[in-house]
């Protein structure tokens, strides 16, 4: 069995260490990870310019194989997948921060196993809480060995990943949640350069409603928050409605008469 581990904080993040080695009891592991942080950067790919794909000793992994790239999340998983052997399964993290909710549209962690379920390998994100003065990558990492264990005996459904959010505590157990309304409000703050000409910071802090059965509201109370994420976004109650709406008759021909 053959893991590839990805993230979007970089080669040198303390949450891909600690995951990398958990799982070294389960599977052969690879990490491919980007060689800067590219937080925030969603399912981008880079196809106009070259990639360098870099063996690397000093990130501290070490018999475990891991290799940087100068690009995104999801080209990590794109080149780790076909340079080093097709994976069993892509996991992703353990990210510094949460991703639930609407976070998904532009998270570089959750873009990772995007690609990989896109490749139709099953994929797994791991994120944690960054609240509190310790970030306790360790003990997430214990458990994501047995959410790893059960997808790499039993799989998961064409086009799905799992998204799973941990408390930065010890977990009071598992909650299977439903994604949240948590989403950044964006606020634009304007400044000036020394010349005299306005620049832009996209700033913005989280906000969510608290509502029982989400991955917000699980986390917030200290469960682990399982997500399954479908890569089919198709609305398919509404695009009936659509269709009942938008049905248009081809009229008859007629014919035509000649003079």
Request: charged share 25%; proline share 6%.
């Amino acid at each position: 069995m053959r893991i590839l581990v990805a993230n979007d904080d970089g080669i040198f993040s303390p949450g891909i260490k600690a995951l990398a080695f958990a799982l070294r009891e389960l599977a052969e592991v690879n990490v491919v990870a980007p060689d800067v942080e590219q937080s925030g950067v969603g399912h981008s790919i880079t196809f106009r310019r070259p990639l360098r794909f870099k063996h690397t000793a000093s990130a501290g992994f070490g018999e475990i194989p891991a290799y940087r790239v100068d690009g995104t999340p999801a080209d990590c998983v794109v080149l780790g997948s076909r340079l080093l052997g097709w994976p069993d399964l892509v996991v992703s993290g353990i990210n510094i921060g949460v991703n639930m909710g609407l976070d998904l549209t532009h998270s570089g962690t959750v873009a990772a196993a995007l690609e990989g379920a896109s490749l139709g390998i099953p994929s797994i994100a791991f994120s944690l809480d960054a609240s509190g003065e310790e970030l306790r990558f360790e003990e997430a990492a214990r458990y994501a060995v047995p959410i790893v264990r059960w997808v790499l005996k039993h799989g998961l459904p064409n086009k799905t990943l799992l998204n799973v959010n941990f408390p930065n505590r010890t977990p009071q157990g598992v909650k299977v949640t439903r994604l949240s309304t948590h989403r950044y409000e964006d606020t634009i703050v304007e400044r000036e350069d020394p010349d005299g000409r306005p620049y832009y910071w996209v700033a913005g802090k989280p906000t969510a409603e608290l509502e029982e059965g989400t991955d917000y509201w699980a986390v917030q109370q200290g469960f682990i928050s399982i997500t399954p994420i479908s890569l089919d976004y198709t609305n398919y109650a509404f695009a009936e409605e659509l269709e009942r709406k938008f049905r248009v008759r081809v009229p008859k021909k007629t014919k035509t008469a000649r003079g």
